[in-house]
């Protein structure tokens, strides 16, 4: 189990900006894409965005698109989402997880696996 923890959630104004950290000591991440996978009350998942293993390709959903952006630094074993602009629809939890995603394709694994998500971290976009 890879344990993956996100950090950096909070309450923030609409316009504002808030960075979600992902890390774990159990593994090296550069063995995985990383995915972030967001959860609002009483809607579906939605994968949001993804950076691959390799090369750094990123992926993003058109809802945040232009607004966030996705980073891995590999000395520091960790990975980011940095939100831009954020709205009160970005209101959710925000989940990190392992190899749950493919950047070339943008598309992700929505069923939540205990082994490759973290516990996620609760962004609320409000005045």
């Known amino acids: 189990q890879l344990q993956l923890v996100e950090s950096g959630g909070g309450l923030v104004q609409p316009g504002g900006s808030l960075r979600l950290s992902c890390t774990t000591s159990?593994?090296?991440?550069?063995?995985?894409?990383i995915g972030w996978i967001r959860q609002a009350p009483g809607k579906d998942r939605e994968g949001i965005s993804c950076?691959?293993?390799?090369?750094?390709?990123?992926a993003y959903a058109d809802s945040v698109k232009g607004r966030f952006t996705i980073s891995r630094d590999n000395a520091a074993n960790t990975a980011y989402l940095q939100m831009n602009n954020l709205k009160p629809e970005d209101t959710a939890m925000y989940y990190c997880?392992?190899?749950?995603?493919?950047?070339?394709?943008?598309?992700?694994?929505?069923?939540?696996?205990?082994?490759?998500w973290g516990q996620g971290a609760q962004v609320t976009v409000s005045s």
């Open positions: 997880t392992a190899d749950e995603c493919n950047a070339y394709y943008g598309t992700y694994s929505l069923e939540y696996d205990a082994d490759l």
């Open positions: 159990k593994s090296s991440l550069t063995s995985y894409s």
């Open positions: 950076i691959s293993r390799t090369d750094g390709t990123t």
